[in-house]
């Protein structure tokens, strides 16, 4: 839109007219998000509270939009062409529009230097996990908010970043992108109630478990509970004990995809546990873009 239309159809949001202000919202909304700026310097020379509030759902929508556009981008490549920290930080904008994500790789890139100067290729991969707990949860702290499980605010890797805290879903996801980022072959697996980190090696994994079970899996990692590392054996024991059928459903890895869905399930549980239902639409919306990727 050229921006002499653009300037006269901002001026018009002013119009008491509602059938007015409808024409005019219904032409600002085919627009993408780069008229926000024109439209807040609108809301800032505006003394109408109507007229701000206007502005302020119009911004919204095409702020919306753009989260929307950005996932169904994403949803759009292949497998190995998806980043699981671009994803995350797609589902980030639901809550933050205007996050920068270099600054969210920044953080991640200075933590994956401080943890890769302890790993060489001496190491087993026990061993390199082991290293990546302890300075994931020992030294930097990370941790399941268990003080304030129900937040929104625990969705988002920006704020798990900050606080150190988050939930079962974005822990698990935050987990893999770092182990992925120091080239350890991490993948989640949906365990029930919260997810676990599959670390994969078919040759070691044949080697350690035998022919009797057909799995890549060498062991998984719980990073809801300090990385905790656990055996299939272990695995296998809780799930026949409370009756998950089929096994390999809740041991096998599962695409990165699924794990975008849960983390915005526990979205829209937390935002109606604290009453904010509005978003729960907005939510729905966005879980249909995965339907039908």
């Not at 790993?119 to 082991?130: D, F």
Request: with cysteine; aromatic share 10%.
């Amino acid at each position: 839109m050229d921006k002499t239309r653009l300037k006269a159809l901002i001026n018009l949001l002013d119009d008491p007219d509602e059938t007015v202000f409808g024409m005019v919202e219904k032409e600002l909304l085919k627009s993408k998000d780069d008229i926000i700026p024109e439209l807040e310097k609108k809301w800032e020379a505006s003394f109408d509270e109507h007229s701000q509030e206007r502005i302020e759902n119009i911004i919204q929508h095409l702020q919306f939009k753009e989260t929307k556009r950005r996932i169904k981008k994403w949803l759009g490549h292949s497998a190995e062409g998806r980043s699981l920290l671009n994803g995350f930080c797609h589902v980030d904008r639901f809550q933050y529009p205007d996050l920068n994500p270099l600054n969210i790789q920044l953080k991640i890139e200075n933590l994956r230097k401080s943890i890769w100067l302890e790993l060489n290729n001496s190491l087993t991969l026990l061993e390199k996990v082991t290293i990546l707990n302890h300075f994931l949860f020992n030294i930097n702290g990370f941790a399941i908010n268990l003080s304030n499980p129900h937040s929104p605010q625990n969705c988002f890797l920006n704020q798990l970043l900050d606080t150190k805290k988050g939930n079962p879903v974005s822990m698990s996801i935050f987990y893999v992108i770092v182990a992925r980022q120091l080239e350890m072959p991490a993948y989640l697996v949906d365990f029930p109630k919260n997810p676990l980190v599959a670390i994969v090696d078919a040759e070691l994994a044949q080697k350690v478990h035998g022919t009797s079970v057909s799995s890549d899996v060498l062991f998984y990692v719980n990073p809801s509970n300090k990385g905790a590392i656990t055996s299939r054996k272990e695995i296998d024991y809780h799930l026949k004990k409370h009756e998950y059928l089929p096994l390999y459903e809740y041991t096998e890895p599962k695409p990165d995809t699924l794990f975008l869905v849960r983390l915005l399930e526990s979205m829209m549980e937390a935002y109606q546990t604290v009453g904010f239902t509005d978003k729960e639409d907005k939510i729905k919306q966005l879980l249909r873009l995965f339907k039908t990727a």
